[in-house]
């Protein structure tokens, strides 16, 4: 077994997620440049600091590579290869030859060796992986200098909010104070979500604490009934701007926009419902009559249902006829279907969607061969002990728990930690 090289992994990831920061606007559709080719040529001059402390340069070519691997393979495609056979020699496999083509389509005159370090340079290759004329060798019968070879697509659209999905706003709203299941007087916060362009609420929940992992079991459920959107705009506060919704939106392909502190403008549509909510919900309601969070989100679940079916005031004017949030929303259904199901089958969708919203954290393998994560206690095979290894979990539920092993790139379910059974397990080992 190949040990788990965790440090190397998360350097891996961060590097990933900082060229996620450069191709998001693209993702998203939400560069104002002429075309995809003028904003990478904008952001190439900017200078980066990369995770060695460093500051490096990337031309807009290597940029367009990176949207290209990510729409190909996801966030793993920006990551660098942490190659286990480093120093063999190596046939070019298809992502190099790809990479190849697109430098000798933006470069003709450019040479093998030019092509060598600069593969090297920008992390596509790891020096000892092939040698110069194993590239040399492969342009020369690939046809490549003869026009022959094939070339990135070029995609030339702006963003705005015509169509649902385009944009998300989320955002907190301190509320009632109501009885929990022990009788215990608490406030609770209600964190929403509503599309820009339908003004449809796609996500709304109480509960008793305003932090990430609320935020984010309402975000992924928004996404699971609704859609994925492009762009979602976030409040600048430690529930919405934290380093596990940072890992989610790379995943996921959205891009996060952080409203600025003290301007509520970027949250209009937001703000506008909370007011709405307050009266039309809260001023109807009491609080002291629920004993529960259950019950109360039952009863916002129905005036939520209404209030998406209710003609509003800044739609009366749509030029479709589309008069409630439910009717803009359903009218961009056919326009809008691959984007916001990730380009995946509605099989496919869920347990993509799960995993995308997993917790990721590094663990030591104890002796015992167990793991323990935000207080819960996991069984790991033993051929694990002593190692570092990645572990990606549901922090609400904990179902679906598994170890992530970078070496095999293989997922390993774990179970949470039943003593007494391993007990009983150990003593039937040890009878003759």
């Known amino acids: 077994m190949n040990g788990q090289n965790t440090d190397s992994y998360e350097f891996r990831k961060l590097i990933g997620q900082i060229k996620f920061s450069f191709i998001a606007p693209v993702v998203s559709r939400t560069f104002t440049d002429d075309s995809i080719s003028a904003y990478f040529k904008r952001v190439s001059k900017r200078e980066i600091d990369w995770p060695d402390g460093t500051k490096r340069k990337f031309s807009d070519q290597t940029m367009k590579w990176w949207l290209y691997k990510y729409r190909k393979n996801g966030f793993d495609g920006l990551m660098p290869k942490d190659r286990l056979d480093l120093g063999r020699v190596r046939k070019l496999d298809e992502e190099h030859k790809e990479y190849i083509a697109s430098l000798i389509n933006q470069y003709p005159k450019i040479t093998g060796v030019m092509i060598y370090e600069k593969m090297i340079e920008d992390g596509v290759l790891n020096k000892g992986d092939c040698s110069v004329d194993t590239i040399q060798r492969y342009i020369r019968n690939s046809g490549l200098r003869n026009g022959n070879g094939e070339t990135l697509t070029r995609e030339r659209r702006t963003w705005e909010f015509a169509h649902s999905c385009d944009g998300y706003e989320a955002d907190t709203c301190h509320t009632f104070y109501i009885y929990d299941e022990e009788n215990i007087y608490r406030k609770t916060y209600l964190i929403a979500i509503i599309d820009n362009h339908s003004r449809m609420i796609v996500g709304a929940e109480f509960f008793f604490n305003d932090n990430a992992i609320n935020f984010q079991k309402v975000w992924h459920d928004a996404v699971l009934r609704y859609g994925r959107s492009k762009v979602i705009i976030l409040d600048n506060g430690s529930s919405y701007k934290n ?163 970078i070496a095999q790139k293989k997922k390993v379910p774990l179970k949470r930690t039943d003593r007494i059974e391993n007990g009983k397990t150990r003593r039937e080992e040890i009878i003759y």
Do not use: C
Not at 262 to 278: D, N, Q, V
């Open 243 to 405: 380093k596990s919704t940072k890992e989610i939106e790379a995943r996921l392909g959205t891009k996060i926009i952080y409203n600025p502190p003290y301007s509520p403008t970027g949250k209009a549509l937001i703000e506008r419902f909370f007011h709405t909510m307050k009266m039309r919900f809260m001023d109807v309601h009491n609080g002291s009559d629920y004993h529960s969070l259950g019950q109360l989100n039952n009863d916002l679940n129905k005036w939520i249902n209404e209030y998406n079916r209710t003609i509003h005031s800044s739609l009366k004017e749509d030029e479709n006829d589309n008069h409630t949030p439910l009717e803009r929303y359903m009218y961009d259904m056919k326009d809008i279907e691959v984007s916001r199901l990730a380009n995946k089958s509605p099989v496919d969708y869920v347990p993509w969607l799960d995993d995308v919203f997993l917790h990721e954290t590094t663990r030591k393998v104890n002796g015992d061969s167990t793991v323990l994560v935000d207080n819960q206690l996991f069984d790991v095979p033993s051929v694990y002990i002593g190692m570092r290894v990645i572990i990606r979990y549901n922090p609400r539920t904990f179902e679906g728990t598994y170890l992530y092993d």
